[in-house]
């Protein structure tokens, strides 16, 4: 009866949020569009911060699916209005874990009717770690290796199944708001890329392929695979001794070198995405862990399940937009923004005057300034083409832009003062000589 009570009632409650909100969003939009009616800024905020406060609310209280879709969302500038943005980006993929009377029956039915005290010398019934997906429990083997095992929720495909039959069902209610834009194909694309996380055989080719691309950096690690103890619900790995990067304990430690811990982060990060073409696209800091030593922090990378791979015809149509961008060519920036996918030469003509309003203030900002914050220049141009009507951001380009968003984010944690610009030169350089992806 779970299974059925389940859909039902998950179904009534994602739908009983995203009708209402709907019909509290189709009148006054009618009203504008159809009548020319003036709605105040001040009404529109007050709705936008209402319903984005309740989405968040049932993503937190739904787990599942709905707390990465809200994720996404956050990164969709071009689609939904600021102050979405500021409320869904708050949204954090950490949960309360499940309790072990409830995980317990799923993970022996994985180990082919084995429970896991019983394959382990060790285990720890309380998680470690918890997020949208799953949870993660340290043990011992038989041998004595410290162990992770990142077990699946038993109901993680349901509901995230649940999810987007309610969401694909509302689409094209909501696609009346964004008539110049076809949301099926987003819709589509975030609905394949959230399965595949679930897929943690997938996960575990992931974790070995970046594990080996990693393996001759020096301290930076990746956790090993052990495939014989890796099922369709259950990844183990081995166990890295670390605290998220973070840690306040960690930063305010007088040994810590801050600048040699944002070298291994910038130096993982470039090699992944400029060198192997293979990157973990979701470091937020739970996903880095460090640790002090003799020879200065390590750094390991752990969570496999977002991970991108960037060809080397993009990687280079990439890299043209970004070398433009710094040497302020704006002509070439914006015909690297049409390779790229971001819109058709057609719409050059419209785009240019948003774009010489982008350098102008970029300029302004940046004068006499040693960091710039990359997450800042992202916002700039995703905000600023977002107010041309049928511009739309590649899904694509999203999430790479969020892989910067969130590696700002963790430097700034780290040292707010750092010249990233000069820790990452260069690891670039090298990266640049080494040809970049394999094609």
Request: proline fraction near 6%; hydrophobic fraction near 45%.
């Amino acid at each position: 009866m779970r299974r059925p009570w389940l859909v039902i009632s998950r179904s009534f409650l994602v739908l009983g949020t995203l009708f209402p909100m709907w019909l509290a969003y189709v009148v006054p939009v009618v009203r504008t569009v159809r009548f020319n009616a003036s709605i105040p800024a001040e009404r529109w905020n007050r709705l936008h911060e209402r319903w984005a406060e309740r989405f968040r609310w049932l993503a937190i209280a739904m787990r599942g699916g709905l707390i990465k879709v809200g994720q996404v969302l956050s990164t969709r500038m071009d689609l939904l209005p600021p102050k979405w943005i500021e409320v869904l980006s708050t949204l954090q993929d950490q949960v309360e874990p499940c309790a072990w009377r409830e995980i317990e029956p799923h993970v022996t039915r994985a180990y082919e009717g084995r429970r896991p005290q019983s394959l382990f010398a060790s285990f720890d019934e309380h998680a470690t770690a918890a997020a949208s997906f799953g949870q993660v429990h340290r043990a011992t083997t038989v041998d004595g290796q410290a162990v992770a095992l990142k077990i699946r929720y038993p109901d993680a495909e349901l509901q995230l199944a649940v999810d987007f039959a309610v969401l694909g069902l509302m689409l094209p209610l909501f696609n009346l708001f964004l008539p110049q834009v076809r949301l099926r194909p987003i819709f589509d694309e975030v609905k394949r890329a959230l399965t595949e996380e679930l897929d943690y055989e997938q996960e575990a080719r992931f974790t070995e392929l970046v594990h080996a691309n990693l393996a001759e950096v020096e301290n930076v690690f990746v956790p090993r695979v052990i495939r014989e103890l890796t099922r369709r619900d259950v990844i183990c790995t081995t166990w890295f001794e670390g605290t998220k990067i973070t840690d306040p304990a960690l930063l305010s430690d007088p040994k810590l070198d801050r600048e040699a811990l944002l070298d291994r982060v910038i130096e993982a990060w470039v090699k992944q995405m400029y060198v192997d073409g293979v990157f973990q696209s979701d470091p937020h800091p739970g996903n880095v862990l460090a640790r002090l030593t003799d020879h200065g922090p390590e750094i390991c990378i752990v969570d496999f399940g977002q991970v991108k791979i960037m060809t080397k015809a993009f990687h280079e149509r990439l890299l043209k937009a970004v070398m433009a961008f710094m040497t302020r060519d704006q002509g070439a920036f914006a015909k690297s923004l049409v390779d790229v996918g971001l819109f058709q030469e057609a719409d050059l003509p419209r785009v240019e005057p948003v774009l010489t309003k982008i350098f102008e203030k970029y300029d302004a900002v940046s004068e006499g300034e040693l960091v710039i914050d990359f997450g800042w220049v992202r916002q700039e141009v995703m905000s600023s083409l977002a107010s041309l009507r049928g511009i739309v951001v590649p899904q694509e380009l999203v999430l790479y832009g969020r892989t910067f968003v969130l590696l700002g984010g963790l430097v700034r944690a780290i040292d707010p003062k750092a010249d990233v610009l000069e820790l990452a030169r260069p690891h670039f350089l090298r990266a640049m000589l080494a040809g970049g992806p394999p094609a």
